[in-house]
């Protein structure tokens, strides 16, 4: 199993950026696909997931509203939309895949990618 995000970068505050994480190994309509996000010297933090079969999706209440969290069997990826950025989101983006489990906790979560770092400048 692999998952390998990308899309990460600088954008100013206010801004937008998309993340995309690409699977190999697994179907991701099968599995719940989360985004967490770690900041230097700080616990991992749940951001989204989206949930296999009925593809209900969760957000963390400091993204709700401005991230969104969509899902494409076909390519097999799984992407994170996010929209007026603040520096406080600044973090490795990491994805995560784990079995219908329809949880906020990385603990859950089996599969892992490396992460793709972005920094929102004030």
């Known amino acids: 199993v692999q998952l390998v995000e990308s899309g990460g970068g600088l954008v100013q505050a206010g801004g937008s950026l998309r993340l995309l994480c690409a699977a190999s190994g697994l179907a991701v309509s099968t599995y719940d696909m989360g985004w967490f996000r770690q900041a230097p010297g700080k616990e991992r933090e749940f951001g989204a997931a989206i949930t296999s079969g009925t593809s209900n999706t969760l957000y963390g209440d400091s993204v709700k509203g401005r991230f969104t969290n969509s899902r494409d069997n076909a390519q097999n990826t799984v992407d994170l939309q996010m929209n007026s950025l603040k520096p406080a989101v600044t973090a490795v983006y990491h994805c995560?895949?784990?079995?219908?489990?329809?949880?906020?906790?990385?603990?859950?979560?089996?599969?892992w990618g490396h992460g793709t770092q972005f920094t929102v400048s004030s």
């Open positions: 995560a895949a784990g079995r219908t489990i329809c949880s906020r906790d990385p603990a859950a979560f089996t599969s």
